[in-house]
């Protein structure tokens, strides 16, 4: 599990360590742990070219003594400054025999130098601005944010440039090739637009007493952990059943896919209903999304009923999680009545896509509904289908809706849970699993090809076949949105680009394996 922390919890916790440390101690270890990184990438530091970017503050001054270090072991080290930089970090690099100049001065390099040092340079370290950046980059340190060559950048502690609370970026910021960041994950490096701007973070551990995480973002090892693995006494009963709402006769393929996500899940045993209508003829109840579930999953079972109708729907039979939503449209009535009825089941559920708008009215219609329900519900929306869930749900226009994410998804999001009861995952690049209790996960996986229709309704049947399984039905979500990713990854790895959304039961499977059968377990 990586951990991620506020400015103000990392300030309180460097504080403290303040008070015990020499002074000088807590930059020296990130300064260790930023050279060894450097060391590491170039392989050979004798004779390497580093350029360092030096805003005026601490962050300046880890990339100023990792330039001395450097430059003490034979680099050629030019460092580019906004204005003043820190004075001990300085004194040392140009004691180690590096150089320094300003560009906001007459004497500092012009534009074709500047230009040709940051070609030459075989690393640019960039510690323009750490965790004590207000608002978008000023001109000076925006025009070098501009100018260094991303695939030979290294970010120190976090891009200048990126909001290390909400990952939002003002104008020019740093692109890295990688960033180190130090004592802890910073929030803004998972976010996007931030997390966009990091290539990969590595942490360097600089003994800082931590609070509780404010995000957290799982890892393989986490989830290999986590996964439903059957008892040697297992049944398909114990295992868990899974109920899916899902298809309609306009929409069948969606219950397909959930389904094709539910049996990645664990779950030992799905019960699909489908939405259909009378036949004239027999006066059964029939739907065409039963007929495509059943033709492709044998293993489901499917019940075919009326919209809206109630007692069919919890005549299925017991479950230990249902999900609802892939693929139901027309009557949202009808969906509204089989979403009630389950709400009055005390069973995890996860509401998505056509279930999602029902809900909002539900919740509508009485605020306190799902506070006052124990087992909890999941809502799994994309960013349109949560601006229509807090239109309806708390009055928001859809243009305050994207301001306030686009200001910080964060704190939105962790808003609507808690004013809403739901817990809340946020699909997008960067999906965000967030409780009522403000309990937050970030999804590090994933790839854009997964921005393909219905990729969204096999991670519904993945993430209910994960409850069903036995899994909190928030960490469900964070798990099933890490083996999705996984499973996205996998499709350029083993040629199956681009990706369709029927490809991912398949890569899921193949995901899972990987993990369950890993030595490391
Ligand atoms: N503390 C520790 O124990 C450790 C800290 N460590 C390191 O210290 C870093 C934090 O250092 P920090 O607090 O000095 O802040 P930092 O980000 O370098 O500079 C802030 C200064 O920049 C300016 N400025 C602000 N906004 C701006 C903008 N938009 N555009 C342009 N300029 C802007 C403003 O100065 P002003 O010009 O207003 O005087 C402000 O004071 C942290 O990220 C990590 O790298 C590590 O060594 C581990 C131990
Ligand atoms: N740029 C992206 N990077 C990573 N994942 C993405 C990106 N765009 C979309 N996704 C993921 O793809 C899925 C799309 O789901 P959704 O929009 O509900 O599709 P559908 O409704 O067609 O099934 C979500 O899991 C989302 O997180
Ligand atoms: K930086």
């Known amino acids: 599990m990586r951990n991620a922390h506020t400015v103000e919890q990392v300030r309180a916790a460097e504080a403290e360590r303040f008070a015990v440390l020499p002074p000088g101690a807590l930059m020296q270890r990130a300064v260790f742990g930023l050279v060894a990184y450097v060391v590491r990438r170039l392989g050979r530091v004798h004779g390497a070219r580093i350029v360092i970017l030096a805003g005026s503050g601490d962050n300046g001054g880890d990339a100023l ?171 398909k009963y114990r295992r868990g059943v ?63 009923i009326a919209p809206g109708d109630r007692a069919a729907l919890l005549a299925a039979g017991r479950v ?13 009535s009808a969906t509204g009545a089989s979403l009630d009825a389950l709400l009055g089941e005390d069973v995890p559920l996860v509401v998505d896509a056509g279930a999602l708008d029902p809900l909002a009215d539900l919740l509508a219609a009485d605020r306190t509904r799902l506070h006052r329900r ?39 999001v962790r808003r609507v849970a808690a004013e809403t009861g ?9 999906t965000l699993v967030v409780e009522p209790s403000g309990t937050a996960w970030v999804n590090t996986t994933g790839s854009p090809w997964l921005g393909t229709a219905g990729s969204g309704d096999v991670l519904t049947g993945l993430i209910g076949s994960l409850a069903a399984a036995g899994l909190p039905v928030a960490f469900a979500g964070a798990v099933g949105a890490h083996l999705h990713g996984r499973a996205a990854e996998r499709a350029g790895v083993h040629g199956c680009l681009p990706l369709a959304a029927s490809d991912l039961p398949r890569l899921l499977a193949a995901t899972v394996t990987d993990l369950l059968t890993d030595p490391a377990r």
Do not use: C
Not at 76 to 89: E, K, L, W, Y
Not at 259 to 271: D, I, M, Q, S, T
């Open 242 to 304: 899974l109920g899916l709402v899902a298809g309609s006769d306009d929409y069948p393929g969606a219950a397909v896919l959930a389904v094709g996500g539910a049996l990645r899940g664990g779950a030992g045993y799905l019960r699909v209903v489908s939405v259909g209508r009378a036949d004239p003829a027999s006066g059964r109840i029939h739907g065409r999304a039963g007929d495509h579930v059943r033709a492709a999953h044998p293993e489901a079972v499917v019940t075919d």
């Open 65 to 235: 003594w990792a330039g001395a270090r450097l430059a003490a072991r034979g680099a050629r080290v030019d460092a580019i400054a906004t204005g003043t930089t820190h004075p001990q970090a300085t004194a040392a690099l140009l004691a180690a025999g590096g150089h320094r100049q300003i560009v906001a001065t007459s004497a500092g390099p012009d534009e074709p130098t500047l230009r040709a040092l940051l070609e030459r340079a075989d690393l640019v370290l960039d510690g323009l601005l750490g965790i004590g950046g207000r608002g978008g980059l000023r001109p000076a340190h925006a025009r070098l944010a501009a100018l260094a060559p991303p695939r030979r950048t290294v970010a120190v502690d976090l891009p200048s440039g990126v909001d290390a609370d909400t990952g939002a970026v003002a104008g020019d910021a740093i692109r890295a090739s990688a960033t180190i960041t130090f004592g802890t994950y910073k929030r803004g490096l998972w976010l996007m637009p931030g997390a966009a701007h990091t290539g990969p973070v590595e942490l360097v551990d600089i003994g800082l007493t931590l609070p509780e995480p404010d995000l957290r973002a799982l890892d393989d090892a986490d989830v290999r952990a986590a996964l439903p693995v059957p008892h040697e006494t297992a049944s």
């Open 422 to 430: 739901a817990v809340i995952l946020l699909k997008g690049a960067r």
């Open 320 to 332: 230990q999680a249902w999900a609802i939503g892939p693929g139901l449209a027309g009557d949202t």
């Open 374 to 412: 124990v087992a909890p519900v999941l809502v799994t929306p994309h960013e349109g289908e949560f601006a229509r869930l807090v239109g309806r749900v708390l009055g928001w226009d859809a243009a305050k809706a994207a301001d306030e994410l686009a200001a910080d998804r964060l704190a939105t």
